[in-house]
């Protein structure tokens, strides 16, 4: 039986979690001396809420070796087999720990770890495929094949409303930069060989999207894509962002979803964000 496993910081609509049986690891947050297991015991609302209140942004914590071993062991028999897709290690170190967990299981369950080079909406899509690959009978070999071509062809894009998170967390190096010029910016951050990288800086939301939907025009021309709207607290202008790209682009599918806690803990609130990737090419296709 074949298991797949991302982790919190993948996103995807609420109901692919069932519909394809995707497990997803949560990652741990340390707010004052309290602990919180996303998703499980604090929602995005109660987030926000306790950012706003306390002017803190929480640390996050990636599940340690052992803690990955035990959600195998709980979701898997002996014999079964996982994928199990994790944020770039580039950005994490969330790939090292689920490697190690693998190692520790050779000959008790085995373990594919691999490295999206992604985050987001880029992780839920990549195991929707894999689920629609198995259950068309697709080989392993050929379902980390088709993985492997969607992370080198995925493209992702970020525009950033609020510099105060990224400030408060200090850990989005990409836009280190941008907080040490004028406020009044508006970031593009870019997603590249599983790093953020400041693509531009603009002064209006306004040019900051049009660079975001524009970039995107450039790089994915009229080929078929799959794209993913992603949106921290801000599910209007995620919509509206929605139907400027489903005009843009060359859509098979779109969808609009949340941005996880774990990614919005360190962009902030009115993110916006675009990921696609070619839904036609490479090995196998659905």
């Known amino acids: 039986m074949l298991h797949i496993v991302m982790d919190g910081s993948g996103d995807m609509p609420p109901d692919w979690i069932q519909a394809y049986n995707i497990h997803v690891i949560p990652i741990y947050l340390h707010i ?6 996303q998703g499980v015991d604090l929602s995005d609302d109660d987030f926000y809420r306790i950012v706003d209140e306390m002017h803190q942004i929480p640390k996050t914590a990636i599940p340690s070796p052992d803690q990955f071993k035990e959600f195998y062991r709980r979701i898997a028999a002996s014999g079964d087999t996982i994928l199990s897709l994790h944020l770039s290690s580039k950005l994490s170190g969330m790939f090292q720990s689920a490697e190690q967990a ?19 909406a880029g992780l ?3 195991c929707r495929e894999a689920r629609l690959l198995e259950r ?11 993985l492997e071509y969607i992370r080198n062809n995925m493209h992702v894009i970020f525009t950033v409303d609020n510099l105060e998170y990224a400030r408060l967390s200090g850990r989005v190096k990409a836009i280190q930069v941008a907080i040490s010029s004028l406020l009044s910016i508006k970031p593009v951050i870019a997603l590249r060989d599983g790093a953020l990288d400041l693509a531009e800086r603009v002064r209006t ?4 999207l049009n660079y975001i939907v524009d ?6 021309q009229q080929q078929p894509v799959n794209v993913a709207i992603v949106h921290a607290r801000a599910p209007e202008a995620g919509q509206a962002l929605l139907e400027r790209v489903r005009a843009t682009l060359n859509c098979n599918e779109i969808i609009l979803t949340n ?4 990614v919005s803990a360190h962009l902030g609130p009115g993110t916006l964000g675009i990921i696609a990737y070619p839904s036609a090419g490479g090995p196998p296709l659905l």
């Open 259 to 262: 941005l996880s806690i774990a």
């Open 102 to 120: 693998a190692r520790e299981l050779t000959g008790e369950i085995t373990v594919i770890v691999l490295d999206t080079l992604n985050g987001s």
């Open 215 to 220: 970039e995107m025009k450039n790089c994915l």
């Open 136 to 146: 068309a009978g697709e080989s392993l070999q050929n379902i980390v094949k088709r």
């Open 124 to 126: 839920g899509y990549m």
């Open 205 to 208: 939301r306004q040019r900051a």
């Open 32 to 37: 004052g001396d309290r602990t919180f297991l």
